[in-house]
């Protein structure tokens, strides 16, 4: 697993245990209300990686916060597919652009056939 992967769970574990201490809920309390074992809580406020998702995410719907976790991975967050479709659209939209040479020339074929109507 990535380093800063282990750092942002050992955050998260952090902040979940500081919301649990502010509302003064003790450690048995908080497991029973999530489901595990005060063992399992405690792994999770380390930010543990082997404790599932779905303890890490009962413990935000405990906060409240549990809307937070659809937005994690949102497309409209997703920087590496914004960057990717930006390019592929720059990509499709180059086209070549008509040499200064081709636009001179034009007014003047235009004259030329012009005159040799008139003589016809």
């Excluded at 792994?43 to 995410?57: C, F, L, N, Q, T």
């Amino acid at each position: 697993m990535p380093a800063v992967v282990l750092v942002h769970l050992r955050e998260l574990g952090e902040n979940l245990a500081v919301a649990r201490k502010r509302r003064r809920e003790p450690l048995k309390a908080w497991a029973q209300r999530i489901g595990v074992s005060e063992p399992t809580l405690m792994r999770m406020e380390k930010g543990d990686p082997s404790v599932s998702m779905g303890v890490y995410a009962t413990a935000l719907w405990l906060m409240g916060r549990s809307q937070a976790i659809a937005d994690l991975a949102a497309p409209a967050h997703d920087q590496g597919a914004l960057e990717e479709a930006v390019r592929v659209a720059k990509a499709r939209a180059v086209r070549k652009r008509p040499s200064l040479y081709a636009t001179a020339q034009a007014p003047n074929r235009l004259q030329h056939d012009s005159a040799e109507e008139g003589k016809s």
